[in-house]
């Protein structure tokens, strides 16, 4: 049998009830994984264009970190689409890599400030289906992450 997974050895400070409703999964890591995404991301949104790569940056460490604990979760179980979930991880962030990039040595804060939008819709999207699905196949194996 599997041990089960475990979570990211930094703990996540957010609350999973800073979560809008429709993100939450139920599943409390998940969840406050998800915060930590979403609070970062409304951070960089509120950030000065003096400020915007740096917190980008932030957002990005964390997202990585995010996406490769699903990953080792996704590994572990054996589960099916983990390749296309893991595919969505991929793109997402090198396309964030490329628009930082863009602000940073071209000071494209437009670029930015539309990349933060487009991540909120994806974001919602990701986590209702390839999160949720992930999700639904811990619960049905019975292997949930634990801190």
């Known amino acids: 049998m599997l041990a089960p997974p ?3 050895s930094s703990p ?6 800073l979560l809008p409703p429709e993100l939450q999964l139920g599943e409390p ?4 994984m998800h915060t930590e995404f979403v609070r970062l991301l409304d951070l960089a949104h509120d950030a000065p264009d003096a ?3 740096g917190a980008l940056d932030v ?3 964390h997202t990585r970190e995010h996406f490769a604990q ?5 590994e572990a179980l054996e589960f099916g689409p983990r390749h ?3 595919g969505q991880h991929r793109h997402a962030l090198h396309v964030a890599g490329l628009v930082r990039d863009e602000i940073a040595q071209n000071a494209r804060f437009d670029l930015g400030r539309r990349l933060i939008g487009e991540l909120r819709e994806w974001f919602a999207f990701h986590v209702k289906t390839m999160d949720s699905m992930m999700i639904g196949h811990m619960r049905e194996t019975g292997v949930a992450p634990v801190v």
């Open 59 to 61: 957002w990005i460490a």
């Open 12 to 17: 996540v400070a957010s609350s999973p009830s």
């Open 6 to 8: 475990r979570l990211m």
């Open 29 to 32: 890591v998940t969840d406050a």
């Open 84 to 86: 296309c979930h893991a």
């Open 51 to 53: 400020a915007l790569v």
């Open 70 to 74: 699903e990953e080792r979760w996704m």
